[in-house]
Each structure stands twice: as C-alpha cells, then as structure tokens.
C-alpha cells in the first residue's frame, strides 16, 4: 500500500490489489497512514492457485481496476 501512496504522490495513478483475506489489513494500514488509496480485492487464497486460475482472477478484476484508475 505504501508504494501505491508514493506512486500516487507522484502523479502515478494506482490500484491495491490484494487477496479478500487483506480486507480489515488495508483498511487499518490505510487509516494509520491517513491516505486511502484505491484498492480492489480478488478472492482468496491465491497461493495455491494454478496459472489458469490466476488467468482468470485478473480478467474479473481487470474491469475493476480500470474503474478505480479512472476514479
């Protein structure tokens, strides 16, 4: 989440991508620092995940993040 803050800072639009399970984690990470930067979650787990599996998460999300780039 920090490097999306720092890239944001610096007029680099950018989206946090986490795993469902990061939910509460961002959105305390995000009130500690006091900035609250565009995020989408995708289902967990994603550790155990084959490559087409993880193929298919990013194309459900790929709408997603566009729409918050754009927000």
Same mark, same amino acid.
């Given at each position: 989440?920090?490097?999306?803050?720092? /890239?944001?800072? $610096?007029? !680099?639009?950018?989206?946090?991508?986490?795993?469902?399970?990061? +939910? &509460?984690?961002? =959105? *305390?990470?995000?009130?500690?620092?006091? /900035?609250?930067? $565009?995020? !989408?979650?995708?289902?967990?787990?994603?550790?155990?995940?084959? +490559? &087409?599996?993880? =193929? *298919?998460?990013?194309?459900?999300?790929?709408?997603?993040?566009?729409?918050?780039?754009?927000?």
């Amino acid at each position: 989440m920090h490097d999306i803050v720092d /890239l944001e800072g $610096r007029g !680099v639009p950018g989206v946090f991508i986490a795993s469902s399970e990061f +939910d &509460d984690a961002a =959105r *305390a990470q995000s009130a500690s620092i006091g /900035l609250t930067p $565009r995020w !989408v979650l995708v289902p967990h787990p994603i550790q155990d995940r084959t +490559d &087409d599996e993880m =193929r *298919a998460l990013a194309d459900a999300a790929v709408a997603d993040i566009l729409a918050a780039l754009v927000s």
